[in-house]
């Protein structure tokens, strides 16, 4: 059976079932992998399960409560998704930052400072984080090593380099 209908990721639910179930998920995890192998689709699957208010043994969602609902909707005020803009190469400073006139006040970084609304965690997932700007991946790297408390990153892309 498909975790959350995702084929082939059952082992890393597992892994990720236990790492909950024991109060020990990290702060920061990496999904490298060819396109079109469902690693975004996991990550924004594996935020609804870690902000559900009930999740099911297995770390499954409940898709009933007001959390789960909300990430479904992609509403939920404590899981950001991050990605490349279409018109732009890479993915600028100012999702991750806040523009020149907001520095630190805006932004992915930002945003994962502030207490969860809903319950006990904020998720980032960062989409196409092989695309990050040099810039942008030099203001993230703090963020990265030392994340919130309450805080889970999930960083998704194509290529470990």
């Given at each position: 059976m498909a975790w959350q209908g995702i084929e082939g990721h059952d082992a890393i639910a597992a892994d990720f079932?236990?790492?909950?179930?024991?109060?020990r998920v990290a702060g920061t995890y990496l999904f490298i992998g060819p396109?079109?192998?469902?690693?975004?689709?996991?990550?924004?699957?594996?935020?609804?399960?870690?902000?559900?208010?009930?999740?099911?043994?297995?770390?499954?969602?409940c898709n009933a409560c007001t959390s789960c609902v909300q990430a479904e909707a992609?509403?939920?005020?404590?899981?950001?998704v991050v990605q490349k803009?279409?018109?732009?190469?890479?993915?600028?400073?100012?999702?991750?930052?806040?523009?020149?006139d907001h520095r630190m006040r805006e932004g992915?970084?930002?945003?994962?400072?502030?207490?969860?609304?809903?319950?006990?965690?904020?998720?980032?997932?960062?989409l196409d984080a092989d695309l990050l700007s040099d810039e942008a991946a030099n203001c993230l790297l703090k963020t990265l090593e030392e994340p919130?408390?309450?805080?889970?990153?999930i960083l998704v892309g194509t290529a470990l380099e």
């Open positions: 079932a236990r790492a909950h179930a024991s109060g396109p079109g192998v469902g690693k975004g689709t996991f990550a924004r699957r594996l935020a609804k399960a870690l902000t559900c208010a009930a999740p099911r043994p297995g770390l499954v969602a992609g509403s939920h005020p404590d899981i950001d803009p279409e018109e732009r190469a890479t993915i600028p400073l100012d999702l991750l930052i806040g523009d020149a992915l970084c930002w945003r994962l400072l502030l207490k969860p609304a809903l319950g006990g965690r904020k998720v980032a997932v960062i919130p408390p309450e805080a889970v990153i």
